[in-house]
Protein backbone atom coordinates (compact mmCIF):
# COMPACT_ATOMS: atom_id res chain seq x y z
CA UNK A 1 0.00 0.00 0.00
CA UNK A 2 0.87 3.48 -0.49
CA UNK A 3 2.66 5.25 2.29
CA UNK A 4 3.84 9.04 2.34
CA UNK A 5 5.98 10.86 4.44
CA UNK A 6 7.10 14.68 4.37
CA UNK A 7 10.51 15.94 5.77
CA UNK A 8 12.04 19.00 5.76
CA UNK A 9 12.75 21.61 8.49
CA UNK A 10 10.45 22.64 11.49
CA UNK A 11 11.39 26.30 11.48
CA UNK A 12 12.02 28.86 8.77
CA UNK A 13 12.38 32.71 9.05
CA UNK A 14 10.51 35.13 7.84
CA UNK A 15 10.98 36.61 3.96
CA UNK A 16 12.62 33.06 3.71
CA UNK A 17 11.84 29.93 1.48
CA UNK A 18 9.92 27.10 3.03
CA UNK A 19 11.16 23.62 1.34
CA UNK A 20 9.17 20.14 1.41
CA UNK A 21 9.53 17.00 0.34
CA UNK A 22 7.06 14.21 0.45
CA UNK A 23 8.79 10.20 -0.12
CA UNK A 24 6.41 8.27 -1.45
CA UNK A 25 6.78 4.51 -1.03
CA UNK A 26 4.63 1.12 -2.24
CA UNK A 27 3.59 3.15 -5.49
CA UNK A 28 5.88 4.77 -8.27
CA UNK A 29 4.49 8.54 -8.42
CA UNK A 30 5.19 8.36 -12.11
CA UNK A 31 2.37 5.13 -12.31
CA UNK A 32 -0.34 7.56 -12.36
CA UNK A 33 -2.33 10.10 -10.34
CA UNK A 34 -1.77 13.59 -8.99
CA UNK A 35 0.19 14.03 -5.85
CA UNK A 36 -0.44 17.32 -3.91
CA UNK A 37 0.21 19.50 -0.65
CA UNK A 38 -2.45 20.73 1.82
CA UNK A 39 -1.79 22.50 4.54
CA UNK A 40 -3.68 23.56 8.08
CA UNK A 41 -2.66 26.53 9.99
CA UNK A 42 -3.38 25.36 14.09
CA UNK A 43 -6.88 24.91 14.85
CA UNK A 44 -8.03 25.76 11.49
CA UNK A 45 -9.07 23.92 8.72
CA UNK A 46 -7.44 22.44 5.45
CA UNK A 47 -6.33 24.63 2.55
CA UNK A 48 -5.43 22.96 -0.77
CA UNK A 49 -2.00 24.44 -2.07
CA UNK A 50 -1.30 22.88 -5.36
CA UNK A 51 -1.33 19.20 -6.79
CA UNK A 52 1.36 17.87 -9.66
CA UNK A 53 0.34 15.14 -12.27
CA UNK A 54 2.25 12.53 -12.54
CA UNK A 55 3.84 13.42 -15.97
CA UNK A 56 4.46 17.11 -14.29
CA UNK A 57 2.27 19.39 -15.20
CA UNK A 58 0.75 21.38 -12.08
CA UNK A 59 -2.10 23.05 -10.65
CA UNK A 60 -1.78 25.94 -7.99
CA UNK A 61 -4.05 27.78 -5.34
CA UNK A 62 -4.92 31.53 -6.99
CA UNK A 63 -4.03 32.74 -3.34
CA UNK A 64 -0.68 30.81 -3.52
CA UNK A 65 0.42 30.67 -6.74
CA UNK A 66 3.02 33.24 -7.20
CA UNK A 67 4.69 32.07 -4.51
CA UNK A 68 4.64 28.18 -5.03
CA UNK A 69 6.34 25.48 -6.79
CA UNK A 70 5.77 22.20 -6.63
CA UNK A 71 8.12 19.01 -8.22
CA UNK A 72 8.77 15.83 -9.08
CA UNK A 73 11.92 13.78 -8.65
CA UNK A 74 11.67 10.85 -10.40
CA UNK A 75 14.77 9.28 -9.19
CA UNK A 76 13.74 9.64 -6.09
CA UNK A 77 10.31 8.68 -5.76
CA UNK A 78 9.58 12.17 -4.23
CA UNK A 79 7.82 15.24 -4.65
CA UNK A 80 8.64 18.52 -3.40
CA UNK A 81 6.94 21.71 -2.21
CA UNK A 82 8.49 25.40 -2.13
CA UNK A 83 6.76 28.78 -0.72
CA UNK A 84 8.76 31.38 -1.08
CA UNK A 85 8.44 35.02 0.88
CA UNK A 86 6.75 32.94 3.71
CA UNK A 87 5.46 35.08 6.87
CA UNK A 88 3.41 33.95 10.05
CA UNK A 89 0.57 33.19 8.18
CA UNK A 90 2.30 30.36 6.34
CA UNK A 91 2.63 28.26 9.90
CA UNK A 92 0.91 25.35 9.66
CA UNK A 93 0.58 21.39 9.75
CA UNK A 94 1.75 21.37 5.55
CA UNK A 95 0.77 17.49 4.44
CA UNK A 96 1.51 15.49 1.42
CA UNK A 97 -1.24 13.48 -0.27
CA UNK A 98 -1.99 11.11 -3.21
CA UNK A 99 -4.52 12.78 -4.89
CA UNK A 100 -7.00 10.50 -7.56
CA UNK A 101 -9.10 13.34 -9.15
CA UNK A 102 -11.67 12.72 -10.67
CA UNK A 103 -12.04 9.50 -9.19
CA UNK A 104 -12.24 10.56 -5.69
CA UNK A 105 -10.30 12.77 -3.75
CA UNK A 106 -7.06 12.64 -1.35
CA UNK A 107 -6.87 8.61 -0.32
CA UNK A 108 -3.60 8.54 1.21
CA UNK A 109 -2.10 10.97 3.33
CA UNK A 110 1.53 11.67 5.03
CA UNK A 111 1.43 12.67 8.70
CA UNK A 112 1.88 15.69 8.36
CA UNK A 113 4.79 17.96 9.23
CA UNK A 114 4.57 21.38 11.97
CA UNK A 115 6.63 24.20 10.16
CA UNK A 116 7.05 27.44 12.16
CA UNK A 117 8.21 30.74 10.66
CA UNK A 118 9.49 32.88 13.09
CA UNK A 119 10.43 36.44 13.10
CA UNK B 1 -13.93 29.46 -6.88
CA UNK B 2 -16.42 27.16 -5.42
CA UNK B 3 -16.95 27.89 -1.61
CA UNK B 4 -17.74 24.98 0.82
CA UNK B 5 -19.96 25.63 3.49
CA UNK B 6 -20.84 22.74 6.22
CA UNK B 7 -23.09 23.24 8.65
CA UNK B 8 -23.56 22.25 11.69
CA UNK B 9 -19.86 24.09 12.50
CA UNK B 10 -20.41 21.75 16.00
CA UNK B 11 -22.60 19.44 17.31
CA UNK B 12 -23.05 17.51 20.73
CA UNK B 13 -23.86 13.80 20.18
CA UNK B 14 -24.30 10.46 22.37
CA UNK B 15 -23.22 7.25 21.07
CA UNK B 16 -25.76 5.52 19.25
CA UNK B 17 -27.28 8.73 18.11
CA UNK B 18 -27.65 9.22 14.38
CA UNK B 19 -25.87 12.30 13.03
CA UNK B 20 -26.23 14.26 9.91
CA UNK B 21 -23.60 17.00 8.74
CA UNK B 22 -24.59 18.97 5.51
CA UNK B 23 -21.82 20.41 2.81
CA UNK B 24 -23.35 23.21 0.42
CA UNK B 25 -21.17 24.56 -2.67
CA UNK B 26 -21.74 27.63 -4.71
CA UNK B 27 -22.50 26.01 -7.54
CA UNK B 28 -23.13 23.03 -8.81
CA UNK B 29 -20.25 20.34 -8.34
CA UNK B 30 -22.11 17.20 -9.67
CA UNK B 31 -21.06 14.02 -7.40
CA UNK B 32 -17.31 15.39 -7.01
CA UNK B 33 -17.55 15.45 -3.71
CA UNK B 34 -15.36 13.50 -0.70
CA UNK B 35 -15.42 13.46 3.20
CA UNK B 36 -12.99 13.47 5.59
CA UNK B 37 -12.41 12.53 9.00
CA UNK B 38 -9.78 14.01 11.31
CA UNK B 39 -8.52 13.42 14.49
CA UNK B 40 -6.65 15.93 16.74
CA UNK B 41 -2.37 15.28 15.74
CA UNK B 42 -3.44 13.11 12.64
CA UNK B 43 -4.14 13.45 8.66
CA UNK B 44 -7.57 13.55 7.36
CA UNK B 45 -9.01 10.08 6.40
CA UNK B 46 -10.89 10.05 3.24
CA UNK B 47 -14.17 8.26 4.03
CA UNK B 48 -16.45 9.15 1.04
CA UNK B 49 -16.04 9.72 -2.95
CA UNK B 50 -17.94 10.67 -5.13
CA UNK B 51 -20.74 12.22 -3.04
CA UNK B 52 -21.88 8.33 -1.49
CA UNK B 53 -18.79 6.22 -2.68
CA UNK B 54 -17.57 4.26 0.87
CA UNK B 55 -13.64 3.57 0.44
CA UNK B 56 -12.55 0.79 1.59
CA UNK B 57 -12.01 -0.41 5.22
CA UNK B 58 -14.85 2.27 6.04
CA UNK B 59 -17.30 1.39 8.70
CA UNK B 60 -21.20 0.87 6.75
CA UNK B 61 -22.24 3.14 9.60
CA UNK B 62 -20.89 6.18 6.94
CA UNK B 63 -23.01 6.93 4.23
CA UNK B 64 -22.86 10.11 2.09
CA UNK B 65 -25.71 11.38 -0.30
CA UNK B 66 -26.63 14.66 -2.92
CA UNK B 67 -25.73 15.96 -5.55
CA UNK B 68 -25.22 19.39 -7.63
CA UNK B 69 -24.82 21.97 -4.71
CA UNK B 70 -26.50 19.66 -1.19
CA UNK B 71 -24.38 16.91 0.34
CA UNK B 72 -24.81 15.40 3.68
CA UNK B 73 -22.86 12.87 5.57
CA UNK B 74 -24.57 10.49 8.23
CA UNK B 75 -23.44 8.33 10.83
CA UNK B 76 -26.11 6.04 11.50
CA UNK B 77 -24.89 5.13 14.74
CA UNK B 78 -22.31 7.14 16.58
CA UNK B 79 -19.42 5.06 18.03
CA UNK B 80 -16.71 6.19 20.46
CA UNK B 81 -14.53 6.16 17.79
CA UNK B 82 -16.51 8.98 15.48
CA UNK B 83 -15.45 12.04 17.54
CA UNK B 84 -13.79 13.81 15.50
CA UNK B 85 -13.87 16.61 12.62
CA UNK B 86 -15.30 16.09 9.62
CA UNK B 87 -14.48 17.87 6.08
CA UNK B 88 -15.92 17.90 2.99
CA UNK B 89 -14.22 18.73 -0.25
CA UNK B 90 -15.08 19.27 -3.74
CA UNK B 91 -12.99 17.65 -6.60
CA UNK B 92 -15.16 19.33 -9.40
CA UNK B 93 -12.59 22.13 -10.59
CA UNK B 94 -9.45 23.69 -9.54
CA UNK B 95 -8.56 25.11 -6.88
CA UNK B 96 -9.79 22.41 -4.96
CA UNK B 97 -11.74 23.37 -2.05
CA UNK B 98 -12.73 21.93 1.39
CA UNK B 99 -15.77 22.95 3.63
CA UNK B 100 -14.55 24.42 7.32
CA UNK B 101 -15.29 21.56 9.25
CA UNK B 102 -17.74 20.09 11.86
CA UNK B 103 -16.53 18.99 15.09
CA UNK B 104 -18.50 16.15 16.52
CA UNK B 105 -18.36 16.11 20.18
CA UNK B 106 -19.20 13.51 23.14
CA UNK B 107 -22.44 14.89 24.68
Known amino acids: QVQLQESGPGLVKSSETLSLTCIVS?????????WGWIRQPPGKGLEWIGS???????YYNPSLKSRVTISLDTSKNQFSLKLSSVTAADTAVYFC????????????WGQGTLVTVSS | DIQMTQSPSALSASVGDRVTITCRASQSISSYLAWYQQKPGKAPKLLIY???SLESGVPSRFSGSGSGTEFTLTISSLQPDDFATYYC?????????FGGGTKVEIK
Open chain 2, 50 to 52: KAS
Open chain 2, 89 to 97: QQYNSYPLT
Open chain 1, 26 to 34: GYSITSGYY
Open chain 1, 97 to 108: ARDVVPTAGFDS
Open chain 1, 52 to 58: IYHRGST
